[in-house]
Nanobody
Framework: EVQLAESGGGPVQAGGSLRLSCAAS????????MSWFRQAPGKEREWVSC????????YYADSVKGRFTISSDNAKNTVYLQMNSLKPEDTAVYSC???????????????????????WGQGTQVTVSS
């Protein structure tokens, strides 16, 4: 069973940076797809980014492209989300997800499939003040 633990969230001023970490245990191979989602109060869960652990291919939501960078250190079983130029609208709980069956960017990559087949962390709060 894959278990995930996010860290690195906190308060930050607009324009600042944070780096979130997602430490994983229970991987049986490198062929997992790791994602970051976020959810702000009163809003729907929003996909942020995805990375393939096997080949490092990355995907980003338009809202964060050019500001956020996802990376994976497979030796440490840790995925990172470097967030730069933060805006108040980035305020949310950020959660990481591990899944083997829904490749990033494929038609199988849907929130429903991730909720059913994926492993989710408990989330870390990011609060960006103006």
């Amino acid at each position: 069973e894959v278990q995930l633990a996010e860290s690195g969230g906190g308060p930050v001023q607009a324009g600042g940076s944070l780096r979130l970490s997602c430490a994983a245990s229970g991987f049986t191979s490198d062929d997992y797809f790791m994602s970051w989602f976020r959810q702000a109060p009163g809003k729907e869960r929003e996909w942020v980014s995805c990375i393939s652990r096997s080949d490092g291919t990355t995907y980003y939501a338009d809202s964060v492209k050019g500001r956020f960078t996802i990376s994976s250190d497979n030796a440490k079983n840790t995925v990172y989300l470097q967030m730069n130029s933060l805006k108040p609208e980035d305020t949310a709980v950020y959660s990481c997800v591990a899944d083997k069956y829904s490749p990033c960017g494929s038609t199988r990559y849907t929130v429903i499939r991730l909720l059913v087949f994926g492993s989710w962390g408990q989330g870390t709060q990011v609060t960006v003040s103006s």
